[in-house]
């Protein structure tokens, strides 16, 4: 099939953005998918800044991360995404979340509307030039619809001279299939 899902298309995307020895973030640790692939991204000379609230995300991550000789180019971070601007000042290359919760854990401790909005936020901020933030949606079921539809209203009010914002979604499937949303920071 020519059209690839979310998922698919947010790694294509980012891997067309990052480079070796660039710095990047994962912004949802969860089981540790996006963190490996883009440690592999950075290479050895690069750095991925990854947060999760939970500990067993950075567990399942650093076991990840160590069996592919990686975690030397990573640091995994325990505080809400929220918080991004405490420990990071600038000069990223590209952002990945994935929204919604941890596959196989609580469905309780999920992403949320306000808390994302405001990391988001931060991101764009630390952003170099040409960087990209890059959010899969995951949403129904357990995780309803409010984070989705609060996030969608708020990609619409940035402002179309700083930002592109290009939105992959299959409107004809059931079930709610993921979302992807591309934030290229032009300026
Ligand atoms: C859909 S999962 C991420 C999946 C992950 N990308 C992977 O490859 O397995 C969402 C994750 O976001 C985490 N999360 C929830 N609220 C958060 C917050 N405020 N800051 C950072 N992570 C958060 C959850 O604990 C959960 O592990």
């Known amino acids: 099939m020519l059209l690839k899902n979310s998922l698919h298309i947010s790694h294509e995307l980012v891997s067309k953005v990052v480079q070796q020895g660039d710095v990047v973030i994962d912004a949802t640790m969860g089981n540790g998918n996006d ?77 949320r509307a306000e808390t994302t909005i405001e990391a988001v936020e931060k991101c764009l901020e630390l952003l170099c030039k040409e960087g990209i933030v890059m959010i899969v949606i995951y949403y129904g079921g357990d995780s309803g619809f409010e984070e989705k539809n609060a996030v969608m209203e708020y990609f619409k009010t940035l402002d179309c001279k700083k930002y592109a914002v290009l939105v992959h979604d299959f409107v004809n499937q059931v079930n709610c299939p993921p979302i992807a949303v591309c934030i290229e920071k032009m300026i």
């Open 35 to 111: 963190t490996l692939f883009l440690a592999k991204l950075v290479g050895d000379c690069g750095k991925v800044f990854a947060f999760d609230v939970q500990q067993l995300a950075l567990d399942n991550t650093k076991k990840k991360l160590i069996e592919a000789e990686v975690f030397d180019r990573t640091e995994l971070i325990q505080d809400g995404h929220q918080n991004i601007d405490k420990y990071i000042q600038g000069g990223i290359k590209a952002v990945m979340f994935n929204l919604g919760y941890l596959p196989k854990g609580d469905h309780s401790i999920g992403t």
